[in-house]
Structure formats: structure tokens, C-alpha cells
């Protein structure tokens, strides 16, 4: 769920920027905060509100966070792994709970 919130959050930023570059829609304060964060290669604030802990900047952030999902769609597709990337989780904590 948490990963499908920050996947939505970001195509519909990414959309809006898109439209704003066309003039389709006009440029708000958090729109230019949105492209002045991509500009500078930092994770945009409205994307780490939801995204899970990371200090990483903007271009290595976006190939981790692609491992994720790619981890997570191989677990639903071929069923679970023999070993757990631990750290691709959002809350590690439960997966331990959930697993004992």
C-alpha cells in the first residue's frame, strides 16, 4: 500500500510538471519547488513525505527505489524469495513480527 501511494505520488507530480511546461496548467508554489528539487538532483519533499527513509540524492534514489519494486513485484509473481532483501522494506520491524 505505502509503495502504491508514493508510486501514484510520484507519476501525478511528474504529470503536473509535464503540464506545466506545455502551460496546460499553471505553475504553483509547490510545483516550482517540485522542479527546483528535480533541477538539484534532491528526492522532492511531497515524494519523502511518503517515501521511506533515505538520504540518498535524487538519481540513485530513483534506482533504488526501482530495485524495490522490482524485488517486490518478483515476490508476487514467483513467490517468495529464498532470502529477503530486508532493507527494501518500508517498516522492517513488521516484516520480522509477520514472519515470527
Not at 526501482?66 to 529464498?82: Q, S
Not at 530486508?86 to 515470527?100: A, C, H, L, P
Amino acid at each position: 500500500m505505502r509503495y502504491n501511494n508514493l508510486t501514484n505520488e510520484v507519476r501525478s507530480s511528474l504529470i503536473n510538471v509535464g503540464k506545466a511546461i506545455k502551460g496546460e496548467v499553471p505553475i504553483s508554489l509547490e510545483l516550482e519547488e517540485l522542479c527546483t528539487s528535480l533541477r538539484n538532483n534532491i528526492v522532492p519533499e511531497v515524494w519523502h513525505k511518503r517515501a521511506y527513509p533515505s538520504l540518498k540524492p535524487l538519481a540513485s534514489w530513483v534506482l533504488d527505489y526501482l530495485k524495490r519494486l522490482e524485488f517486490l513485484n518478483k515476490w508476487v509473481d514467483e513467490g517468495a524469495p529464498p532470502s529477503f532483501w530486508v532493507s527494501g522494506f518500508f517498516f522492517t520491524q513488521s516484516f520480522f513480527t509477520g514472519s515470527k
